[in-house]
T-cell receptor, first 116, second 112 residues
Framework: DAGVIQSPRHEVTEMGQEVTLRCKPISGHDYLFWYRQTMMRGLELLIYFNNNVPIDDSGMPEDRFSAKMPNASFSTLKIQPSEPRDSAVYFC??????????????FGPGTRLTVL | DQQVKQNSPSLSVQEGRISILNCDYTNSMFDYFLWYKKYPAEGPTFLISISSIKDKNEDGRFTVFLNKSAKHLSLHIVPSQPGDSAVYFCAASARNFNKFYFGSGTKLNVKP
């Protein structure tokens, strides 16, 4: 298995532009998570899906952020409009369901976003 | 609300010695714990886990200890190697929780 795939690996954009981050989870995994890592806040959970349905988006910082999972093999995290404070590394992770909640999460390589 | 805390942002250890990374949690419902290792420019990779029915789990050079009464877990690396230099995150979850709570990470530097 190729593991969790994220694209792009690096994104540099200007303030006000729309940014779309993409994720392909591990085949067969039921959960998909979007995280953001910053120096100040460490690893923050933004939103997670179970069987393609958003379950908890309480970590999404504001309405400029949105996430979708149209099918079991693809998810997007969109920022519109982007701001310099959105600069961070964004990780996608997926996990199986062990019958009592999420199992070990496997992370993608991340997308480093820089908003100028 | 930081339910999982790693109070040491960094740790430096000599090659061959033991590295001990600590993690504290506040939620007594947590019953499943993970450690992840993260190299620069890569995603966190799963290292070792422990369930609350155990107080110790060992995998090669890595051992995780769980003290439920103190709500504390630790990761021991023996012997430490320069390739172990990375950021280590602990994470916790509970039955029917669908997410993990992560600590802020400890940066380990193993000096040759």
């Amino acid at each position: 298995d190729a593991g969790v795939i994220q694209s792009p690996r690096h994104e540099v954009t200007e303030m006000g532009q729309e940014v779309t981050l993409r994720c392909k989870p591990i085949s067969g995994h039921d959960y998909l998570f979007w995280y953001r890592q910053t120096m100040m806040r460490g690893l923050e959970l933004l939103i997670y899906f179970n069987n393609n349905v958003p379950i908890d988006d309480s970590g999404m910082p504001e309405d400029r952020f949105s996430a979708k999972m149209p099918n079991a093999s693809f998810s997007t995290l969109k920022i519109q409009p982007s701001e310099p404070r959105d600069s961070a590394v964004y990780f996608c992770a997926s996990s199986a369901d062990r019958g009592r909640g999420t199992d070990t999460q496997y992370f993608g390589p991340g997308t480093r976003l820089t908003v100028l | 609300d930081q339910q999982v805390k790693q109070n040491s942002p960094s740790l430096s250890v000599q090659e061959g010695r033991i590295s001990i990374l600590n993690c504290d949690y506040t939620n007594s419902m947590f019953d499943y714990f993970l450690w992840y290792k993260k190299y620069p420019a890569e995603g966190p990779t799963f290292l070792i886990s422990i369930s609350s029915i155990k107080d110790k789990n060992e995998d090669g050079r890595f051992t995780v200890f769980l003290n439920k009464s103190a709500k504390h877990l630790s990761l021991h690396i023996v012997p430490s190697q320069p390739g172990d230099s990375a950021v280590y995150f602990c994470a916790a979850s509970a039955r029917n929780f669908n997410k993990f709570y992560f600590g802020s990470g400890t940066k380990l530097n193993v000096k040759p």
